[in-house]
């Protein structure tokens, strides 16, 4: 009957203790949270500020150029006519698809905000 009491009590105690490393640890993030919350925003170096930088698949153009689909980019039809989608160029510009023609997306460090956190380490240090 003791151990058994005994076996009750050190499960008990080690339930006790998860939960209490448990309150310990979300003390801990609410902590780190109102820190972040005091601290003061920085102007994100990447996008200075703006929450946008410049599209890497058009570099910042807005368009792609893309073989012309009526002369398969030779710039002249099988007749040996000048194609008059292109030009003759043998190549369109289209709308980038990745920012949607604008040449700027979403800043991927302060994800548009065009602010940045300082780090706790960082702000241990000043």
Do not use: F
């Not at 076996?7 to 310990?24: F, G, H, K, P, Y």
């Not at 979300?26 to 703006?50: F, I, P, Q, S, Y």
């Not at 920012?99 to 700027?104: A, H, I, L, Q």
Request: proline share 1%.
């Amino acid at each position: 009957m003791e151990l058994l009491a005994l076996d009750i009590v050190q499960r008990e105690a080690a339930n006790l203790l998860q939960a209490v490393s448990a309150i310990v640890a979300v003390k801990d993030l609410a902590e780190a949270g109102r820190e972040h919350a005091e601290g003061e925003a920085e102007k994100c170096e990447d996008c200075e500020g703006t929450g946008r930088v410049e599209c890497e698949e058009c570099e910042g153009k807005g368009t792609v150029e893309e073989d012309c689909e009526a002369c398969n980019g030779e710039g002249h039809l099988e007749t040996g006519t000048q194609c008059t989608e292109c030009g003759g160029e043998g190549s369109v510009d289209e709308n980038c698809a990745e920012c949607d023609g604008e040449g700027k997306v979403e800043c991927e460090t302060c994800q548009g905000s065009g602010e940045r956190w300082p780090s706790t380490a960082k702000k241990a240090v000043r």
